[in-house]
């Protein structure tokens, strides 16, 4: 997510014909990539330790290394403080800038972590502002301006994600599986499915008109011609948490799905090409 603000800013902010101006923008990219690498690891060892009375219960969870007491509460909370501290350090020191946004973030997911995540809707919320969060430092940490489209389509699609996810749990508890997350029996399956589908075509709606409307994009509006891969992404993700179960592990569809991984790739390269030809 970081990096999507230096993608879309091609032949602005860098241009091909003089790719030094491109390292030191990548650079603080991945600076940035670094820092939030640390502050959502810190995330997800205290989340580990606050949901592993529950996660024991879980046919999958239980084998984590915090549910299993391969590691210690002690030793997971001290890591936890360790790469939060990690992370605001790295932006102190090399782009101070961020250093608020990154810790609106570690403070947003410390308020999900003890409240929000048990009320419905709000969770979701949390979770897509977490993802909006990342693209906004991506572009502060190379000081380009973004269209508030991408913010949009970020934002409609971390809540795509978000709801696949607690339908793939809805899912898992109907089965049998234990409850591990307390806001799960407010939703419906009804809901979960109908709000899953409003924000799958609310994301490609709102990118195509992204495609179309954004100041900084081509004017001969041939940036559209990368919408059919989007919907094609996004479709073919929805149909692999519905049919092999990858809800509750998004990160599994990507690293697994090769047909997904070719549709990424071809999107990257297609914006890349329209961009360093037409802007």
């Known amino acids: 997510m970081v990096f999507l603000p230096l993608l879309f800013s091609a032949n602005e902010s860098w241009t091909f014909d003089n790719i030094q101006s491109f390292y030191g923008l990548l650079l603080n990219s991945a600076v940035i990539f670094v820092a939030f690498v640390f502050a959502s690891s810190s995330v997800y060892l205290f989340n580990d330790v606050l949901d592993r009375d529950k996660d024991i219960y879980h046919p999958e969870k239980r084998l984590r290394p915090i549910a299993s007491k391969l590691v210690s509460l002690k030793i997971a909370l001290l890591c936890s403080f360790l790469f939060s501290s990690i992370a605001v350090i790295i932006c102190v020191v090399l782009l101070y800038d961020t ?48 269209s508030i489209w991408l913010y949009i389509c970020m934002a409609l699609g971390a809540m795509f994600m978000a709801l696949s996810k607690r339908h793939a749990e809805f899912l898992a508890l109907e089965k049998g599986s234990s409850l591990t997350r307390q806001s799960l029996p407010l939703y419906s399956k009804l809901i979960l499915e109908r709000a899953t589908y409003i924000f799958l075509m609310g994301t490609i709606i709102a990118y195509s008109l992204y495609t179309v409307n954004a100041n900084n994009l081509p004017s001969n509006k041939l940036m559209v011609l990368t919408v059919p891969f989007v919907a094609f992404g996004m479709l073919r993700y929805q149909v692999l948490v519905n049919q092999r ?21 071809a999107w990257l390269l297609l914006v890349l090409i329209l961009l360093a030809i037409f802007r």
């Open 99 to 146: 250093v608020i946004y990154i810790c609106a973030y570690l403070v947003l997911m410390a308020i999900y972590s003890f409240f929000l995540r048990s009320t419905i809707v709000v969770d979701i919320l949390a979770i897509s502002a977490g993802f909006v969060i990342r693209v906004l430092v991506g572009a502060i940490a190379i000081n380009v301006p973004v």
């Open 245 to 265: 179960g990858f809800g509750e592990r998004p990160e599994e569809i990507i690293t697994k799905d090769s047909i997904l991984r070719i549709c990424v790739l």
